[in-house]
């Protein structure tokens, strides 16, 4: 490939949690000497974890979206609103602007959460050399941007403390909204899981 | 760029080397100019970067994160008005109606990622950086600098300033909202957090010196 030597060619480790260099002692419960974490040459089973966080994940991400997250009650009048139907609303009545936001952060990033690990999983799996540069951008921009998800999650919460008129009007959180916080934190997890050497590792290599 | 390390025996391994945390291209460490980014040659990850903010800069931005996030805490954050009613939503106000309206999974969500994890973020970074001013280790720096780092991608305040901003014009499509103080402490927060998003903190580790708890 290139002569740029990687760590696991010259038998050192770098600690994660404290960036010391350490020597791979090739021992399953090898700790770093300096802040005691345990030190693996890449994440154990970043494959097969990442993989099953991602589809729980998506498990989650249907009902987000298929069930209304919020209930605004005005004047005896009952709206139901799911994650598009409300950003559609903010188009409409409000701020364009907001709308595009919102939609980037609720439809748009988790979407390309669950295609971007996809696709750096299976690439990683069968060994591609593919594009190993953009894939790393890739996976950063992901664990980037993951967390402004939670947007909407916010906006209920803040919603719902905000319009209690009682009778006359009033925001209540629906089970979507349970369900989108769920799968933004496991997606979250799932993109911390996933170990981005394994973009640069080639064909036969394992955990 | 950096000259990779060539022939080097990993008998000792002396942190005077870079490992890319995205790809385990090893580099030779070097000092950084004044600005300076460091990134991998290989895969264009970020390797390190020069450290405009000292100990002490640092040390005012957590004290001033502290203030803030107090200020965010007890000022309402939103107020609403119809027919002469004034309600206010404050952070707490948000999760505990979430809890009772059968949401407790965001209640919780919320409660860690705007509060008890922002707290022990900066409590932890206050307590180091107090003691990193005298260039000396924290009691129990150890377990500190790791939670730190297990902690870090889990706090969103910067995510509800944007929150509140949509929830300000959405109840506005019907009602007559105002922002209160509260949103702008939010403000100033985020924008410590941003300034503080370039640190890396594992810093600390080279910077202090190892002294028996
Ligand atoms: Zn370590
Ligand atoms: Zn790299």
Redesign the interface.
């Known amino acids: 490939m ?7 060619d ?5 600690c ?9 002692v090739k021992a399953p419960d090898a700790a770093c000497p ?4 345990p030190l693996h040459k890449r994440k154990s089973g970043s494959y097969t974890r990442t993989w099953a966080l991602l589809i729980a994940a998506f498990m989650f991400y249907l009902p987000a979206n298929i069930l209304p997250i919020m209930r ?1 009650v ?1 004047l005896g009048d009952v709206d139901d609103n799911t994650i598009l139907s ?1 950003i559609i ?2 188009w409409v ?3 364009p602007d ?1 709308a595009v ?2 939609f980037t ?1 609720s439809i748009v990033v988790p979407v390309l959460k669950f295609f971007a690990l996809g696709l750096l999983l299976i690439s990683s799996q069968r060994g591609s050399q593919w594009a ?2 953009q894939r ?2 890739l ?2 921009l992901v664990e980037f941007i993951g ?2 998800s ?16 009682g009778f ?2 009033q925001v ?2 629906l089970p979507g ?2 369900f989108f ?2 799968t933004v ?1 496991i997606t ?1 997890i799932a993109s ?1 899981t996933f170990d ?2 394994l ?2 590792d080639g064909r036969d290599s394992d955990d | 760029m950096t000259m990779p390390s060539q022939g080097l025996k990993p008998a000792l391994a002396p942190p005077t080397l870079w490992i890319c945390e995205h790809c385990d291209t090893v580099y030779r460490r070097r000092k950084l100019a004044r600005g300076e980014v460091a990134r991998c040659v290989r895969c264009d990850a970020l390797l390190a970067r020069h450290h405009s903010i000292g100990v002490r800069g640092m040390f005012v931005l957590v004290i001033t994160a502290m203030i803030a996030f107090v200020q965010a805490n007890i000022w309402p954050i939103v107020t609403l008005g119809l027919n002469g009613h004034q309600i206010s939503a404050t952070l707490w106000g948000c999760i505990m109606i979430m809890w009772r309206e059968h949401a407790q999974v965001v209640a919780v969500i919320a409660a860690l990622t705007l509060f008890f994890l922002p707290i022990v973020k900066m409590g932890f970074l206050f307590w180091i950086l107090a003691y990193a001013r005298q260039r000396r280790r924290a009691p129990g720096f150890r377990w500190i600098m790791v939670t730190l780092y297990r902690v870090g991608p889990w706090t969103m305040s910067e995510v509800f300033v944007l929150g509140a901003l949509v929830a300000i014009v959405k109840a506005h499509m019907y009602f007559e909202v105002q922002a209160n103080p509260g949103i702008f402490a939010y403000g100033v927060l985020m924008l410590i957090i941003t300034a503080f998003s370039s640190i890396d903190v594992r810093r600390f580790w080279d910077l202090t010196e190892e002294t028996p708890a």
């Open positions: 290139s002569e740029l030597p990687r760590a696991s010259l038998g050192l480790i770098g994660h949690v404290c960036r010391m260099v350490c020597r791979d300096r802040c005691g974490s605004t005005s409300g609303e903010l009545k409000g701020s907001l936001i919102v952060a190993q540069r790393g951008k996976y950063r967390y402004w939670m947007l909407d999650v916010f906006v209920v919460a803040l919603l719902t403390a905000l319009v209690q008129f006359f009007s209540e959180p909204v349970v916080g769920l934190v979250m911390m981005p050497r973009i640069w």
